[in-house]
């Protein structure tokens, strides 16, 4: 076992007999800790430097604080004094205290009451000394722990958050107890409570030889074991053959044994890959193997991995590994697929290499001068608070600053204002919903005015989004009202939807059925292009509102196949990961939103993406033609022209409009996404001219069926199929 040493920051606070001077020392058999004016250095026992401690930030207070003396408390302990920059109202003091492999570290804090208050949290400074090798991960390591539900799917829940950084071979670990938004750069968060008279709080920071990031942070997760699946492609998405990924398992604890069972299963559900093996750590703490997928044209799995140690007792991991091959867009331009909440496409070019596999062509927010050459194109999304009305003095500037932003960006859309009409107590009281669209067509009309000043005639602007149960039509008929219809270009709208598949018409919260509704509704006010710009497949597990995983890629690729019908302009999937913008690449389990990825977390794929990247291919330059009705039937066809041929997307209702219901003791579950749920297959027959008819099931699987006497048997279910040589 390699050594695991922790500093611990503590509330404890020492009083005993002190003495002051500079150039202080104290050291137990593991640690030396020194005074450097201004600093205090953190070494192992031969001196060599690790860290050192210092300057603090009291954040929403507004100040920093530098160490102006050191007292020596004991052998072991140090009491450090700081100064509070423009604060001479403002005392703290910092315990450190040597104690085996722990520093003890404790803050306290003394203000006026007020100031007491307005503390949430303090920063502390991890700062390089000179002669180290210090290297910190300027992100929080945010770490989930995955947890299984008997009879559901299994999630991720939210574990440690952790500033991470090295100095050689000793990996440190910092866990964050305040807001880990401070911790940027070399910046580390402790949360704080009021005590007395005083604000107090706590930190706790690891480190540990030889260790890597996930290790480390998994072993501050009280795990036994570190679980790590990966592969070496983008995405973890392969392009042909057979797909390989690498399993990383490490005993993070005084564990000297344990069993590793790593299981793959594809989209049917077939078991692909069943490993089993007792581990020995005793002599070696870490072990790894790669293992190969079978070979495919094209299909997704989903991977586990776990370790069991002698109670039982699991700790393990998830991922998903996907076969998509190449393909060329013939008629991109006319794609009408974008992604909302990307988290900064500009920054990773990647992504936008994925996005063009996938034909996303749109961006709903960025900027359009880095993201088109990758093949993208960005609007701009801004906003103001609607309930704060508009002031010509105060807001003027800010609108030109929006209106800067879309110069330099050169986006070909403005989209200002989200979802006035529908947030907080809008959705039903009528006389604060008239009042915000009344501040919008302030702000609308000043925006116009000012564009029009600088001669931006290039530039659209879409309404504000509304949202809500089968749309908000009753607003659009509030800007109408207000004279403001003709300084919109295009309408904005994100059709919600729970409990219903993506096919559902009506009121309610269905999508085609807000879409339907929506459409009617400016029909009738004057045409203009609609722009859904959050399309939701939101798969938060075993919650009976959201999809799961699977049913998610069957309500993707309607929400798009209706999209195309409905002659919506673009198609925005909210959003491309899970994720939620003010914790990126975090992992909150509780917020519906979080779950709306087409990937997950660790930006591998869902099904969800594999049905985008299907019905994307298929409608790559298609035309609308029909939907086709069938008598006392719950068949259902949509019929499209294309270069390649005529195809229907076709499917049975049978099992009706509602999320699937699956009851395990008290609890609703969605089943796993390798599994099958529908409950009925229907088998139809269809009338053909061709020799061959070919289907391509949700996730572009492809099938060549033979025909016989101008007919041909699919068995369908709720799940869409793509079918090319039908005849209606």
Known sequence: MKIIKSFFVSCVLFCSSVFATENLKIQNEHFKVEY?????????????????????????????????????????????????????????????????????????????????????????????????????????????????????????????????????????????????????????????????????????????????????????????????????KPFNIFEGGSPCFKVDVSSVSLQKNGKLNVKAYDFDGKLVCNFEKDLDFSKKRDYSKVFNLPADKRNIFFV???????????????????????????????????????????????????????????????????????????????????????????????????????????????????EWSTSGKARRDMKLKFARAQNYAKWLRAIRAE???????????????????????KFYQMLYDLGIWDLMDAMCFHPGRGYWTADKTGGGWTYLGGVQNMKKKIKELGEKPLFLTEVYAACQPNVYWCDSYRSAADNLMLSVVYGYVEDIAGIFLFKFNDGISWDINGVNEKDREWHYGIMLRDFSPKPSMMACATVAEHLDGAKFVRVINFDN?????????????????????????????????????????????????????????????????????????????????LTLNGSPTIVYGLSF
Request: a positive charge.
């Open 36 to 232: 450097k004016k201004p600093n205090v250095v953190v070494c192992d026992v031969v001196g060599k430097p690790f860290f050192e401690l210092g300057k603090v930030h009291l954040y929403y207070a507004g100040c920093f604080g530098d160490i102006k003396k050191v007292e020596v408390i004991d052998n072991t302990s140090l009491r450090l004094i700081y100064t509070i920059k423009k604060r001479a109202d403002v005392t703290m003091e910092t315990i450190l205290k040597l104690k085996g492999y722990d520093i003890l570290l404790s803050y306290k804090i003394s203000g006026p009451e007020k100031f007491n208050k307005r503390l949430e949290g303090i920063t502390q400074y991890i700062l390089k000394t000179k002669s180290s090798n210090l290297n910190i991960n300027k992100d929080v390591f945010k770490h989930g722990v995955w947890t299984r539900v008997e009879g559901g799917t299994s999630y991720e829940k939210r574990g440690a958050y952790c500033k991470v950084f090295s100095v050689d071979n000793t990996m440190f670990a910092v866990k964050i107890t305040g807001n880990h938004y401070y911790c940027r750069g070399e910046r580390c968060t402790a949360g704080l409570k009021i005590e007395g008279n005083n604000v107090v709080g706590s930190l706790c920071i690891n480190s540990f030889d030889g260790y890597r990031d996930f290790e480390a942070v998994s072993a501050i997760d009280k795990q036994d074991y570190a679980v790590k699946i990966s592969t070496e």
């Open 304 to 418: 586990d991995a776990s370790m069991k140690n002698s109670e039982g007792v699991e700790c393990f991991t998830r991922t998903n590994i996907a076969i998509l091959p190449p393909h060329k867009y013939k008629n991109i331009e006319t794609s009408r697929l974008g992604i909302s909440g990307n988290f900064k496409i500009q920054d990773y070019p990647e992504i936008a290499k994925l996005w063009n596999r996938l034909g996303i062509r749109l961006n709903r927010s960025g900027d359009n001068t880095k993201t088109k050459p990758l093949g993208v194109i960005s609007f701009l999304g801004a906003g103001a608070n609607p309930d704060v009305p508009f002031d010509e003095k105060k807001h003027i500037p800010e609108i030109n600053k929006i209106l800067d932003k879309l110069e330099q960006t050169k986006a070909p859309w403005l989209e200002f204002g989200n």
């Open 451 to 473: 564009m029009q000043k600088r001669g931006m005639n290039n530039v659209k602007i879409m309404s504000v989004a509304t949202g809500g149960a089968g749309g908000d039509t």
């Open 633 to 713: 039937s719950t068949l259902k066809a949509c019929e499209f022209s294309s270069q390649r041929g005529t195809f229907h997307v076709v499917y049975d209702r049978k099992d009706g409009y509602a999320h699937m219901k699956f009851k395990v003791g008290d609890n609703l579950v969605h089943k796993e996404p390798w599994i099958n749920t529908w409950k009925s297959h229907v088998e139809h027959e269809f009338s053909t001219l061709k020799k061959n008819v070919y289907t391509y099931d949700v996730i572009g699987r492809e099938r060549k069926l033979k025909t016989k006497n101008g007919k041909v048997k």
